[in-house]
């Protein structure tokens, strides 16, 4: 059996894509009012967007390093060579950590990649590495292609508002009260595994017609994979899609819902754009 590839749920892979490529996927837990699920199996998107328009307390919290463990294990025991453990960036989630200290008990067997980035940009490295693995190579080229391909993605959001991220920690109280005191819709984008502003556009169409425009920047000449995300507003996200094929028409484009975890810190209305320029 090939080296097997494990993610925790903020890649928000495309539907369907983890069982195709043979990826486990561990989710993260959100909390709503005190009560706790799985981001994606209890806790979905619709039921999210929905707690934070009623201003519902959400929070979220990593895997532990024990299910992160009982992962491994299950996945050696059933005779895979070894295991690739990618996860969002540190400087966002304490999850990379519950990886880290949960294959000590593995040594070589198990390793750990920081993508330095989330949502397809971490989802862009992990079918990557498991196309690499699928191929039979090594931990170290299954390794190297999930960095590689980490590395070349660009991530582009627009939200609604920054106060979602300020309370989780995710930006800086100075940035979100400069875009809420001048009612701009903030670009965001992530740099060295953080999440930080971009530009500050003053309507949403103008936000979103710059969304297209980054991504075709970063696209280049080259034929790109896109991810397009959103949180419970799908005809966005697909006038988005529509807009960025038309744009690049040798680009492959999928379309992928956030979940609880990024969402609770994105706020509805989201929309992204991710961009594997390999």
């Known amino acids: 059996m090939p080296f097997a590839v494990l993610t925790d749920s903020t890649a928000y892979l495309p539907e369907g894509s983890a069982d195709r490529h043979g990826v486990r996927v561990v989710p993260l837990l959100v909390r709503v009012d005190g009560r706790e699920g799985r981001d994606g199996i209890d806790i979905g998107p619709t039921q999210l967007a929905s707690a934070l328009r009623d201003r519902r307390m959400v929070t979220t919290s990593r895997p532990s390093p024990a299910e992160f463990a009982e992962n491994y294990r299950a996945m050696l025991d059933a005779g895979a060579e070894g295991v690739l453990s990618v996860h969002l960036s540190r400087e966002l989630s304490g999850t990379w950590e519950s990886a880290r200290l949960a294959a000590e008990e593995f040594g070589t ?71 809420t005191a001048l009612a701009v819709k903030p670009i965001l984008h992530v740099v060295d595994g953080q999440i930080v502003p971009l530009e500050k556009v003053r309507t949403t169409s103008r936000a979103v017609g710059r969304l297209v425009d980054l991504a075709v920047d970063a696209a280049g000449e080259s034929s790109v994979r896109i991810a397009v995300h959103h949180l419970a507003d799908p005809d966005r996200a697909a006038d988005l899609a529509d807009r960025l094929s038309a744009r690049l028409p040798a680009a492959t484009c999928v379309i992928s819902e956030l979940g609880a975890v990024i969402g609770a810190h994105t706020g509805p209305g989201v929309l992204g754009v991710v961009v594997d320029s390999r």
Request: proline share 0%; charged share 20%; glycine share 12%.
């Open 109 to 179: 067997a198990v390793r750990v990649v920081d993508s330095r980035t989330t949502a397809m940009g971490l989802g862009f490295a992990v079918l990557r590495a498991a196309e690499v693995a699928a191929t039979g190579a090594g931990g170290a080229a299954v390794e190297a292609a999930a960095v590689e391909a980490a590395a070349a993605t660009r991530c582009f959001f627009v939200v609604e508002t920054l106060e979602y991220l300020r309370r989780g920690g995710r930006i800086g109280a100075a940035a979100a009260l400069l875009g």
